[in-house]
Structure formats: C-alpha cells, structure tokens
C-alpha cells in the first residue's frame, strides 16, 4: 500500500471515530482528497469541509519553533481561497502514525511570489480537533461568529434591561493547566424568583487570570462581585474563623510597617487604630465591586458570585438589533457589488 492511500486511510479512521462523515473524492489536480460532513442530531448535516491530504516524511522536513512548514503552488492557493467549502489541509506522518492539521484561508496561508506557504503547529493534531472542524463546516467567519456569540446573549441582556438580577457563579479550578471553570448563570426576577439558564464546565483558559477569562466570555457586560453577598459572607467568615490569621494573610501580600505578630490586632477597631493606612486599602479593596475576587479560595479552587451589568458594548448592540428587527431597509448582497 502506497503511503499517500496509508495517510487517507488513517484520516478517514480519525474522521470516523469522532462521529464525523469521511467522504474520499476523486483526486484531481488541484488535491481535494475528500469531504468531511458534520452531524447534527444523528443526521448528516450538509455542512461540508474539503480535506486535501499529504503523506509522507519529506512534509516534515521544515520544522521551525515547534511549527511545520508546509509549501505549496500558487495555483492551489487561488484554487483553495476561492473554494465553496472552507479547506483544510491534513499532513500523515509515518514514523509516528499521526496526523497534523490547519485550516486554510487568507489569515494562515502566506503568499510568496512565486508560492505559498501555511505554518501548522505539531500540536495540532486530527485526533483532538472535532470541536475546531464543527466550527470549521459552519463556514463563518471569525466577525460572524462574535456576532453570534453575542445574538446568543441577547435573551440574558434584555433580562438585564427588564430590571432583573443576572447572577453568575463561578468555580474556578485554581493552578491547573486546563484552566477548567464551572460556570452557572441564572436569573433573578423582582421578586425574588431565580431561573438557571446556564450550567456547564469549560475547559482551555490555561493559565490565563479569571479575571481576563471573564470580560473574554462576556464582553458585554460590566462585571462586578456580588457586594452583598461577599459582604455577608466576609462577616460570617470574620466571625466564625480566626480573624487574626485572615489579617495576617492581607498583611503578607501588603506594605505595612505595623508588627505582624497574632496579638496585634483583634478586630477591624483595632487595626484602624494601629495601621490606618492599611486598614483604610483593605476597606478599599473589599468594597471595590470591579475588583473581581473569589469570595473563597482553598488552594484548589476558587469560588465567585458575580452580577452581570450591560457595558457600552452591550448597550450598543442592543440598540442595532433594535434597528435590525424594527427598521425596514433595503438588503444588499455581493452580488449587487460585483
């Protein structure tokens, strides 16, 4: 068997076990070596990615900082930026019996003058890259795809406007390199009710802050901590654990000249008295409701309750799809443009 049929037929089997549709085509000059079509509720959905595939060693001669360096002919870079379907191109490799992957349009193909080139990272490999070719098939850009992430929030800004409470809980799985979140959102009314609209776990942050995670996953919203709630909780940590010990893990993270000795002080009087300054920067940083904070931390995870206001950004897209679905105006199409 040829290492050309050996690399379709270990992409076809990566392609199958993700419970995707792998579809080999008559090859042509052009090298689009087959079809993968997405699923969607069990039915083959008709959303289609072209797969050209290249085996073999000699792919894998240029490598630099952890990137593969594959070039191709102008005339596939025309053929491919200019196809129906989003392309991707798949390299097999031998040796290790794997295969690498990049989708291919205008942000990661890189025009020379006589050929072009694409830089796939060796991390990008087939087995882990369903979620990407599922995004990959809806065929939208990445403007369509913000814009409908924010269609898709629509429902929880307008709960905002209503007047209701928009409350979201977070865990937050603290030093682990996935970066993994449990994110519950819910509603609640005037009086009182609460309604959970979102639960799920999501993984992929790394290392990144929460705090970045956050504006990153709601970019539509002013994100404050949830002041009465952290209030409420603070006094009853206040009273119940050691008081003195919680000072003194503030003051480890603090300038402050005071003694930093159990019997210094006893409570918030005291620490006024002693050390006004500091006492006057906790105060500060405790009701800062932008300053996003756990409420609780126990080295593994980390635990938020925060309010979800609309920013400018919010308001502002509100106010177009307003327009959109009250205005009435003429529709333009490239078609008129061309």
Excluded at 114 to 119: A, D, F, L, M, R
């Amino acid at each position: 068997m040829s290492v050309d049929r050996i690399g379709v037929n270990a992409t076809a089997k990566i392609i199958s076990q993700m419970g995707l549709i792998f579809r080999e085509q008559p090859t042509d000059d052009y090298g689009i070596d087959a079809q993968i079509e997405t699923i969607d509720n069990n039915y083959a959905s008709g959303k289609l990615i072209a797969v050209q595939i290249k085996s073999g060693e000699s792919f894998f001669e240029e490598v630099k900082d952890g990137k593969i360096i594959f070039r191709g002919k102008k005339k596939h870079y025309d053929y491919w930026l200019n196809h129906s379907l989003p392309v991707i191109i798949v390299l097999y490799r031998p040796s290790d019996d794997k295969c690498y992957w990049r989708e291919v349009n205008s942000d990661t193909a890189i025009l020379t003058d006589t050929s072009w080139k694409i830089e796939i990272p060796i991390s990008n490999t087939l087995d882990d890259a369903k979620i990407q070719l599922t995004r990959i098939a809806d065929n939208l850009t990445e403007y369509e795809r913000k814009f409908n992430s924010l269609l898709l929030a629509k429902p929880w800004m307008k709960e905002i406007i209503s007047g209701n409470k928009v409350v979201l809980n977070v865990q937050e799985w603290v030093n682990k390199s996935s970066g993994r979140g449990e994110f519950n959102l819910k509603i609640i009314d005037k009086n009182g009710k609460e309604r959970q609209v979102f639960d799920r776990s999501f993984f992929g942050f790394g290392y990144t802050p929460y705090e970045q995670v956050l504006k990153g996953l709601f970019p539509w919203a002013r994100i404050i901590i949830d002041a009465d709630f952290y209030e409420e909780y603070e006094d009853e940590i206040w009273d119940e654990w050691d008081h003195v010990e919680i000072l003194e893990e503030y003051f480890e993270n603090t300038i402050c000249d005071c003694p930093k000795s159990a019997d210094f002080a006893r409570n918030y009087d005291s620490l006024n008295n002693m050390c006004p300054n500091t006492y006057s920067s906790m105060e500060e940083d405790m009701q800062n409701v932008e300053n996003i904070r756990p409420y609780t931390e126990d080295g593994e995870v980390a635990l938020y309750q925060l309010i979800l206001e609309l920013n400018d950004v919010g308001k502002a897209f509100l106010l177009l799809d307003e327009f959109i679905e009250g205005a009435d105006f003429y529709k333009l199409d490239k078609g008129l443009l061309e």
